[in-house]
């Protein structure tokens, strides 16, 4: 089962931009996460937000949570061509014996 | 350098052979994952283990198997029964065995049925 589900599935924005990619999930949650991946690599943690935080940054990364909406959004300002990566959304229930779930990803992709 | 080691990255495969994919982590965490994805889609969870000797099946666990008879170690084995194996498989593990916490993930194995 996928309990995260991102929007858009594609970006494509020009270099200097800001992407906005946003996250929905259906059950309770103890944290949600946002991963990046290179094509054909390996994914990369980028930031996890807690269920009782609203906003995060990190960088150029600004993470918002809406507990009472089970969505997410992850900001990436000032893009760069190097940004250009698949997106996942990830969410932990926090319980034992659990696993974090996936959403489909948003592709991003930034022209310089 | 810690991390975490898949091998191999390219697998061709006939049809009827069984598979195994090797996952290796020096990190010392206590958690380990097998995620399959396939073009298009995100991760679907295949089995984990939270401790040495003990595993859990995920969502798509048919067709697949594991053993974890040490910390560092996580092998999935692809069944000539995984109806369709074709597909890009990601190994993680995480420090913490309640809940997920961070994932730390491999470079993947890319698995080709002939």
């Known amino acids: 089962s996928q309990q995260g589900e991102e929007d858009p599935q594609a970006l494509s924005i020009q270099e200097g931009e800001n992407a906005t990619m946003n996250c929905s999930y259906k059950t309770s949650i103890n944290n949600l996460q946002w991963y990046r991946q290179n094509s054909g690599r390996g994914l990369v943690h980028l930031i996890l937000i807690r269920s009782n935080e609203r906003e995060k940054h990190s960088g150029r990364l600004r993470v918002t949570l809406d507990t009472s909406k089970k969505s997410s959004s992850l900001l990436i300002t000032a893009s760069r061509a190097a940004d250009t990566a698949s997106y996942f959304c990830a969410t932990d229930a926090g319980q034992a014996g659990t696993a974090l779930i996936f959403g489909k990803g948003t592709t991003l992709s930034v022209s310089s | 350098d810690g991390g975490i080691t898949q091998s191999p990255k390219y697998l061709f495969r006939k049809e009827g052979q069984n598979v195994t994919l090797s996952c290796e982590q020096n990190?010392?965490?206590?958690?380990m994952y097998w995620y399959r994805q396939d073009p298009g889609q995100g991760l679907r969870l295949i089995y984990y283990s939270q401790i040495v000797n003990d595993f859990q099946k995920g969502d798509i666990a048919e067709g697949y198997s594991v053993s974890r008879e040490k910390k560092e170690s996580f092998p999935l084995t692809v069944t000539s029964a995984q109806k369709n194996p074709t597909a890009f498989y990601l190994c993680?593990?995480?420090?913490?065995?309640?809940?997920?916490?961070?994932?730390?993930f491999g470079e993947g194995s890319r698995l080709t049925v002939l």
């Open positions: 990190l010392n965490h206590d958690a």
């Open positions: 993680a593990s995480s420090i913490r065995s309640t809940g997920a916490g961070e994932l730390f």
